[in-house]
């Protein structure tokens, strides 16, 4: 049984697969219609969504299957205290595949590890959304015929954004791509993305604040909201909320074949008037997103033909309470009773990281009296 956490739990030909069934479905929808008749999926949503619980929704009714959940944490027993490993044991009972939005990060992980069936990580607080770059992929793949050899900026909040997470995360496994991060200073990306995956891996990338400066060389222009949820301070947000509106004139010296994304929702980031923008493509992610869910369900369920090789994941040491995650945001700060545990990979020079959220500790695995 194979659960969804980040996009790595995916080797580039499962990815590539399927995009291809994807593809497919979009062409010969009837074939697939009755591929899940008795199956259930349930959508665990203990923070807003329209897209992602919506999508997933659709994705197992067009499958032939059925889908129970809830969609707020304060309708589910999460408001009397139950924990989420129990309400995954408990979900699991009821259904054969599980979508998870959590707040915290790490929940859908402590969720797989109570599961009898696949859980989805449906977006953890500011850590991963690997369904939501399953989408991009597909929505990049459609549009440029390639997910190589592309220069790719992401322009607003990258500290919090998720989905710029795991994108980058995915896209830096393919050859020729070039990163270019657009943020205000205190949105800047987060180190365990560019130190752990840009740095590690070579991949060429440049920092800067200026989105018009930056948009002429750009393939790709991903654009984000800025996460006010996730800001520990109100005025800061304020401050920031307005920093970048991508208005026509900007585009002015982009790319005549430019694809501008986001994950949606948009509050104010990307102006109306651009929506009939031929290089727009933010609705057409929104459907690719239920299609790419659809194959994802069909695999997970196991229930489609793959010669796809698994990821090859590196070897890893566990150490078990030596040390404590301090991110308030990981889903230890929340739920004490669970096992502290770190990991240390054989490529991440000494780094301990919180097996949950990824947060490294401060101390490195040679200081660490075992
Ligand atoms: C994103 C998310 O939830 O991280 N939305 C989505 O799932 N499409 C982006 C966002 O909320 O800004």
């Known amino acids: 049984m194979r659960s969804l956490m980040d996009p790595l739990d995916l080797s580039v030909e499962e990815i590539d697969e399927l995009i291809s069934t994807s593809n497919d479905i979009i062409e010969n929808s009837a074939k697939y219609s009755e591929m899940c008749r008795g199956k259930k999926l349930a959508t665990l949503f203990f923070e ?11 994705a197992m009714y067009e499958l032939g299957g059925n889908v129970l959940g809830f969609s707020a944490a304060n309708s589910s027993s999460a408001a009397k205290g139950e924990s989420v490993a129990d309400t995954a044991k408990t979900v699991s009972c009821y259904a054969d595949i599980i979508a998870m939005r ?44 390639r997910l190589n050899n592309l220069t790719v900026g992401f322009c607003g909040d990258l500290k919090y954004g998720r989905t710029v997470h795991s994108l980058i995360i995915a ?33 060429p990338y440049s920092e800067c604040d200026d989105l018009e400066k930056a948009i002429p060389e750009l393939d790709i222009l991903y654009m984000t909201r800025i996460q006010g949820e996730r800001f520990a301070d109100k005025d800061e947000y304020e401050r920031l909320k307005d920093f970048y509106i991508l208005t026509p004139d900007k585009l002015t010296y982009a790319k005549d074949n430019l694809s501008i994304m986001h994950p949606l929702p948009r509050v104010n980031e990307i102006s109306v008037a651009i929506d009939n923008d031929k290089r ?20 997970l369920l196991g229930m489609c033909k793959s010669d796809a090789p698994k990821p090859q994941k590196s070897e890893e040491i566990l150490i078990k309470d030596k040390l404590v995650c301090k991110n308030p945001r990981c889903i230890t700060s929340c739920e004490q009773e669970l096992e502290q ?19 490294k500790s401060e101390k490195l695995y040679s200081e660490i009296n075992l």
């Open 280 to 299: 727009a493509c933010y609705f057409k992610q929104v459907k690719n997103g239920k299609y790419i869910r659809m194959a994802l369900i069909l695999k």
């Open 48 to 58: 807003p969504s329209t897209r992602t619980r919506l999508s997933f929704e659709a």
């Open 102 to 145: 959590h707040p915290l990060e790490g929940a859908p992980y402590v969720a797989s590890l109570n599961s009898d069936v696949p859980i989805i990580n449906a977006g953890d607080g500011g850590h991963n959304h690997p369904t939501q770059t399953l989408a991009d992929l597909l929505t990049i793949s459609r549009e440029k015929g």
């Open 171 to 203: 896209l830096a496994r393919y050859a020729g791509i070039k990163i270019v991060l657009i943020s205000p200073d205190e949105l800047k990306l987060p180190n365990y993305v560019k130190i752990g995956v840009l740095d590690r891996q070579n991949i």
């Open 341 to 359: 545990v770190f990991k240390v990979t054989d490529l991440d020079a000494g780094i301990c990281r919180c097996i949950y959220c990824e947060k």
